[in-house]
């Protein structure tokens, strides 16, 4: 495969690539390119982590690049996730946390058996080098700084927060050196860990990245934040302010009316999207043509198929989603009869997540999940 069809597979699905005139050199001087993505480990996974994240390890793959899931235990303890119990944690991380992961992956069309999963305990154990990064990274960047990239553990600004979620910028930078990663994603919600890492790459003497004798910085390619289903506080949405009410508004656990998740049933399915914010003829911040979007049309090959009864217009097949969107916002397109379409599709994309949390011992590790009752 050559390097601009490569890169178009890189690019496909993405907010931003950090840089891409980094990822051409690394490709045009064929360096190795090691990729990952990290997870802190807690409630069901829904479709913002199955499906959108999923889907971008499928297109490294595509592209020819190993890739790796790094089951964040260590963060999630830090961040109180799971009730900040970290037995629990590590058992939910190499049970239902794995293996959904693999499930969503084959929604897809990824190749599970050709992705590394690492336990962050197990990277972290007896590894000095690891620890030795921490410090490393920490003596490049203030206080201030880190402060403020906080929000990559879904916290506020500015919040008061205990010394240990201090920790926790300078050890997601420290991921990366420590695996020998080129290629790191995740949603622009970790943006600001990206740009600490790319900030200190050259500066770095325990465990830098090196082509040859000189030092470089991992490529960060950041994918879109799939909205909420729920209706925005603030509505309208102002103009200047819709990616901030984007950000603020992007999937999530605690809200599992308003989420669907992987193993969700056909009913549960249809009822959430049923009940989504889709106002008629909006097209700026519609949670229901979202979805479509990135989760439908998310390769560009998809035809979408609407049914609707002779009398309202009979069926329409949309080819690519800039059709639908032009039918939406002319108003001839029913807000209900895109959503019945849209939850008909999932239903139809989810099915191999469905199927594999049918299996006996599957099954078993969402029950110990849910038996947890908790959501963070």
Known sequence: ??????????????????????????????????????????????????????GKVKDFQEAGIDCSIFLADWHSWINDKLGGNMDAIKKIAAGYFKEGLKASLKCVGGNPNKVKFVLGSDLYHNNDKYWQTVIEISKHITLARTMRSITIMGRKEGETVDFAKLIYPPMQAADIFTQGINIASAGLDQRSAHVIAREVAEKLKVKPLMDGKKKYSPVAVHHHLLLVLQKPLEWPVPKERLREIWSSMKMSKSLPNSAVFIHDGPEEIKSKISKAFCQQGETDFNPVLDWAKTLIFRDNKNKFKIERDKKFGGDLIFNSYDELENTFAKGTLHPMDLKNAVAESLIKILEPARKHFKKPNVRKMKEELENLKVTR
């Open 1 to 54: 495969m050559d390097i601009e069809k490569r890169i178009e597979i890189i690019k496909r699905n993405t907010e931003e690539i950090l840089t891409e005139q980094d990822l051409r050199s690394l490709l045009e001087k064929k360096i190795k390119l090691k990729h990952y993505i990290g997870f802190e480990i807690s409630g069901f996974i829904h479709l913002g982590t199955g499906l959108v994240c999923m």
